[in-house]
């Protein structure tokens, strides 16, 4: 079910009433039939997984709160993990032994692997905060939690479900409980409102907007002109920043509607200085999952540098992993991966040499540079092999040779939707928008929403999944 359909929306308002006029049993009971019509909605045989994968975290979090084992633990961790590898990275795996085998002299293989599996959306989230949990149970910082219902709902709750934020159990499941009791904030239509109608611009009108043009483009990148691949790219990195970021803001619009507050999973991460300021607000969430749960057990920062980079590089590989099971993910953790190092060497050699700051000036250009490099390896993010990733990168590495022309029909318009995202972004960046909004008169509020719907009319028109529901 697509956040910005209308059956999402009923099944929102739903959910929500419920939610206020129920008492706490009922309501929990609600909302949680709620989750599982939106995950069900699509592939209704895939709630299977879902329910099997809280079954084993709220059974296993029972388990190794009672016995303490580390052997319990990684036998839930790897348990948790298989369907995950099965859907994800089977396929993978195979394509990647067979090229391998290849290059010894054992005959190419064909054929598609995998081929008839539909990857479950959001297995990579329910599966990473299943073993979350299991960990925190395991390290003493929650108790595990004895209802299997709220724990379900733990599990399922549908405005995070299939893109996050990646909740932990300490922070969500007491708000849970406090649905339909007296502890459940009360109704807050004004902010919770603008965040989803803020998500629905910026996803609609302007991420949906890109994902036209960069389709046709990266599928024709062999025949297009090298100012059309570098729109492609600009296009594309404005794409993934506003479909992310819609999600974002209409995830927690939803959320607070029942009085709960999710992680903020985005903080305009166009506008970080320095890479390392770029994955602090980037999928939030996730970096902390990986800090928490890998970068610090294996060490952090706290044995040496060498330690450092091989844990940095473990991350990003990782972070890699998670977002695709392909050889061009691979390539673009890696590239942020050396980024990070990068910085992490110019930083100290920047002690060494006691080098001056250069305050602002330096501010704007460590974003410039930032933005640039993260764009750069979006193209092969979004390119679906590595040779048309190649093949982008080339043509706009020739562009100053070649003049601008571009093929692209129509891209003046694609041009104002770019110029809108600018103009957008710097002022929410400057002043959160949803939070001046709710503060203002009545009549500047309904002039917004009035000014939200009439945009969606420069909307595409078309059902565009968001990009994090495949992850």
Known sequence: MNFISLEYFILLVLAVTASRILKPKLAVWAVLLASLVFYGWGYPAYLILLLGVGTLAWTGGVAVERWRSPIVLWALIITALVPLFYFKYLGFSITTFNDIATLFGAPAQTGSYMAAITLPLGISFFTFQAISYVMDVYRREISAERSPVTFMLFKAFFPQLVA???ERAPHLIPQLKALGTAQQPPLDLATPGFQILKGLLIKFVIADNMAGPVAILFASAATRTPADMLLASYFFSIQIYCDFYGYTMIALGSAKLFGVDL????NHPYYAPNIQQFWRRWHIS????FRDYVYVPLGGNRRGRIILIRNVLIVMTLTALWHGANYTFLIWGLGHGALLMLHRLFGWARQQIKLPSLGIIGSILGTLLTFHAVTALWIFFRAPDLATAIVVLSKIATLPLSGWHVTLPNYSFYLGVGALFVVFSLADYLSTIESRLAASALPIQAAAIASVL?????????????IYFQF
Do not use: E, K, S
């Open 286 to 289: 996730l970096m902390l999952w």
């Open 164 to 166: 996050g934020p990646i």
């Open 454 to 466: 009439l945009l969606t009319y420069a909307g595409p028109f078309a059902d565009v999944q968001f």
């Open 263 to 266: 992680i903020n999973n985005f």
